[in-house]
């Protein structure tokens, strides 16, 4: 049976392109980036090159880019980098667990930190971010695209929030890399993470933009690689990977890709809201829709378990996800549905559908043909009565 995969919020395939590019650097410039023989001169400029490629894909400069091993490490390296005992931190109830889970190791050491909960839409309001602040506000730390629901969030105007009040300003863009135009100077932010795998490059290595002057303390020491900012020999395959992920991803930024996508995604979204009992979890907001990345909608389903029409679908041969894929397989519903005010009811029984930007009308369809007959399968075995969800 052929799969259709609208599950590109956990991960993406690489493109033939980015395997090619990477192929060589496996076995012929198999060398070290730290060894000053031929081979690893070879590596070096590899690596320089993807630096470079990293310096436009952000807008940046070459030397504020630092290679580590994915979006987990970015994430945790901006919140033990740069806070203190005695320091304040600010971030959202809906960020990843990199995040949530950093912020409650750094309580240990003596950093409070507050959680900023979203509007019900999803996003998050900086007037709240403002009132979170406190004189000894270090960080604050705000996702650009929400991993379950797509919401991007205003990081311009938190940023000037930052900067006002003097505290560092760190986004997690790694669901909004390859979706959205990344601009580290016109976002206003001193740190940026991003992962290669959610857009098409290998798993296990990501970037972390970091602005000039930053005073971070580098989360693994050891050698001089990265500047000294992360120590470890340069996964030289996997930054030409991710080098090459980033390139495609500028071209499909502007040759019309996104708005191929958010068509496909809108088609998927319609038709699915054509059975009985389902919405859309923050999409919305007083009438008007909120933005969101071209890919993903998150929508629940009245009378239903999640987990259930996961595996009823996957049987069909669809990959989607009932959370954030950190999660998939616990039973705790989404804490991200659950920060927007959905009960635990309807957070377990929504699914997200994130689409690859190679989708096709086809998947769409396909989707659209099994989704109805599953859930009125499933309902029909439900014990819960219709209309609880409302
Ligand atoms: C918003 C967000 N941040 C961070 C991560 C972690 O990235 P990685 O898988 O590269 O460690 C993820 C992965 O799901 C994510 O969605």
């Not at 198999?30 to 630096?51: E, K, M, P, W, Y």
């Not at 900086?126 to 506000?137: G, L, Q, S, V, W």
């Not at 601009?183 to 296990?204: E, Q, T, Y």
Request: with cysteine; glycine share 10%.
């Amino acid at each position: 049976m052929p799969r259709t995969y609208m599950d590109a919020n956990a991960t993406t395939p690489l493109l033939p392109e980015v395997m090619e590019a990477m192929r060589p650097y496996w076995m012929e410039h198999f060398g070290n980036a730290s060894s000053i023989h031929l081979d690893g001169q070879q590596a070096r400029t590899a690596v320089d090159r993807a630096r470079e490629t990293m310096a436009g894909f952000l807008n940046c400069h070459a030397a504020e880019v630092v290679f580590n091993s994915g979006g987990t490490e970015g994430d945790n390296t901006a919140i033990f980098g740069l806070l203190r005992p005695g320091d304040h931190f600010i971030t959202t109830s809906i960020e990843h667990s990199a995040i949530l889970q950093a912020a409650n190791r750094i309580a240990q050491r003596g950093v409070e930190t507050t959680f900023v909960a979203p509007q019900p839409c999803g996003l998050i309001d900086p007037a709240e971010i403002r009132r979170a602040i406190r004189p000894e506000t270090r960080l604050i730390s705000v996702m650009l695209a929400n991993n379950e629901t797509g919401v991007l969030q205003p990081v311009e105007e938190i940023a000037e929030i930052a900067r006002a009040t003097g505290a560092f300003f760190h986004i997690d863009a790694v669901q909004g890399a390859g979706k959205v135009k990344l601009d580290v100077r016109r976002f206003g932010c001193h740190l940026l993470s991003i992962s290669a795998h959610k857009m098409h490059g290998p798993k296990g290595v990501g970037a972390n933009f970091v602005r000039r002057g930053t005073p971070m303390e580098p989360l693994i020491v050891g050698g001089t690689h990265e500047r000294r900012q992360r120590a470890g020999t340069s996964n030289t395959t996997g930054i030409v990977g991710l080098a090459k992920a980033a390139e495609l991803a500028m071209h499909s930024l502007e040759d019309g890709t996104m708005l191929r996508l958010a068509s496909l995604r809108d088609r998927l979204e319609a038709g699915i809201l054509a059975v009985p009992g389902t919405g859309v979890n923050g999409a919305w907001e007083g009438g008007r829709p909120v933005p969101r990345v071209a890919n993903t909608t998150n929508i629940w389903f009245d009378q239903l378990e999640g987990e259930a029409l996961v595996i009823a679908l996957d049987l069909k041969g669809v990959s989607v996800s009932g959370g954030s894929a950190c999660h998939s397989g616990a039973t705790e519903p989404s804490h991200v549905l659950m920060a927007m005010g959905l009960s635990k009811t309807k957070a377990r029984a929504s699914l997200r559908f994130s689409l690859l930007k190679t989708a096709t009308q086809a998947d769409v369809d396909y989707v659209l043909k099994v989704v109805p007959a599953a859930v009125e399968h499933l309902r029909a075995l439900s014990p819960v009565a219709a209309g609880t969800l409302g």
